[in-house]
Structures are given as structure tokens and as C-alpha cells.
């Protein structure tokens, strides 16, 4: 079983949708990253947490440290907001900071 | 504009030829790091350097080079030696090792 896992693989939606990603995580964490990649293929950072919420336009993440879980949400999606996104946790412990990854949800939003 | 530079944006090679991938940043950041990408699967680190002229392997360097003779620059190779070499290849720094870290925009490898 992958150390980091999201839900799901695959997501369309049409615009104006609300979307959740999930991503679950098995090993201690000191923070967790969602990061968008886009067809050509670049990284941005979207969020980087370690407990609570953070939102950022229309985008919103939560970490449930308990339960293991982070949550993505995009409300009133729009097609520009396909891409793909990866949930990554930082690793505690004596592997302090090293990034696993998940392996990311495609989301397509049509218009 | 400061930032991450990776070239070529795609790379062609016959099966047996080393092939070095260029990665280039100016956000004087100490730690840099190389990642491949397959699809359906997670990025998995290959090499990282926390400071010039130092380098250690990470969870798949079997097949791969680097150096860091510079602050700002970390090829990686790829040799005959990787056996699937056909991937997408992503160079990420970081001010330290292990802060957030920075991505360029990758390098398609295709090994024909």
C-alpha cells in the first residue's frame, strides 16, 4: 500500500461544479502539499499545511492530522482549473522533511 | 525572472546512449533535486544535493548521475545502465534541504 494515497484517479466535472480530492496518508507528518501540474507538465505549489484550512480564491484545503487526511476543494470550478493535482506529505520523524508523493487525480472541468 | 530552468522541454535518445538533462536555477537556493515522473505513479526522487559539491542518492538512483560543481546548476545523466529510461524527469530546488521546494518544468525523455 502506497505512504500516500488520493481519491480519485480520475474526476470530471462540469464548470461551475464544487470538487473535493482526497488524500490519505499512513506515516507521521510534519506537512502536506497539494500541488497542481499542468499538461506541459510544470509544478506550482498550491497549499503547503500542517493543521487547519487554508483557502486561496476559489480554492480551499483542510488537514485532518487525526484522522490522517487532507481534503482539496475548488469551488465554482472552470475548465481553465484542469490539470493534474498531487497531494505530497513531508515526512517527520528522522526522515524530517523528505516529500512523498501521491500520485495524483486528473481533473477535467468541461465548459 | 528568477526560477527554474530545464532543458530540453522533450529529448530523444537510441537505446545504449548516456543522455545528460540540464536543470538551471538563479533563486540561489542551496538544495536542488531530481524526481521521475511515470504515469500513475507518484514522483519518485533520484538524486538530491543539499550544497555545491555534494550529492546523495535517493529511492531510485540505480542507472542515474548527478553532479553540483555549481550552485545553480544539476544535470542529471541518464546511462545505458537505467533500464526503463523513458520517463518525465522533474528538477525541483529548495532554500534549504527540505524547505518547500520550487519545480521546473520538466524534461520528457523518450529512449527509442
Known amino acids: 500500500k502506497n505512504e500516500v494515497e488520493q481519491s480519485p484517479q480520475n474526476l470530471t466535472a462540469q464548470e461551475g461544479e464544487f470538487i473535493t480530492i482526497n488524500c490519505s496518508y499512513s506515516?507521521?507528518?510534519?506537512?502536506l502539499h497539494w500541488l497542481q501540474q499542468h499538461p506541459g507538465g510544470g509544478i506550482v505549489s498550491l497549499f503547503m499545511?500542517?493543521?487547519g484550512k487554508k483557502k486561496h480564491g476559489r480554492l480551499i484545503a483542510t488537514i485532518n492530522i487525526q484522522e490522517k487526511h487532507s481534503s482539496l476543494h475548488i469551488t465554482a470550478s472552470h475548465p481553465r482549473d484542469s490539470a493534474v493535482y498531487i497531494c505530497a506529505v513531508r515526512a517527520g520523524g528522522t526522515s524530517y522533511g523528505k516529500l512523498t508523493f501521491g500520485q495524483g487525480t486528473i481533473l477535467t472541468v468541461h465548459p | 525572472d528568477g526560477g527554474i530552468t530545464q532543458s530540453p522541454k522533450y529529448l530523444f535518445r537510441k537505446e545504449g546512449q548516456n543522455v545528460t538533462l540540464s536543470c538551471e536555477q538563479n533563486l540561489n537556493h542551496d538544495a536542488m533535486y531530481w524526481y521521475r515522473q511515470d504515469p500513475g505513479q507518484g514522483l519518485r526522487l533520484i538524486y538530491y544535493?543539499?550544497?555545491?559539491?555534494?550529492?546523495q542518492k535517493g529511492d531510485i538512483a540505480e542507472g542515474y548521475s548527478v553532479s553540483r560543481e555549481k550552485k545553480e546548476s544539476f544535470p542529471l545523466t541518464v546511462t545505458s545502465a537505467q533500464k526503463n529510461p523513458t520517463a518525465f524527469y522533474l528538477c525541483?530546488?529548495?532554500?534549504?534541504?527540505?524547505?518547500?521546494?520550487?519545480f521546473g518544468p520538466g524534461t520528457r525523455l523518450t529512449v527509442l
Open positions: 525541483a530546488s529548495s532554500p534549504l534541504l527540505y524547505n518547500e521546494q520550487f
Open positions: 544535493s543539499q550544497i555545491v559539491n555534494d550529492f
Open positions: 506515516v507521521g507528518i510534519s506537512a
Open positions: 499545511l500542517s493543521s
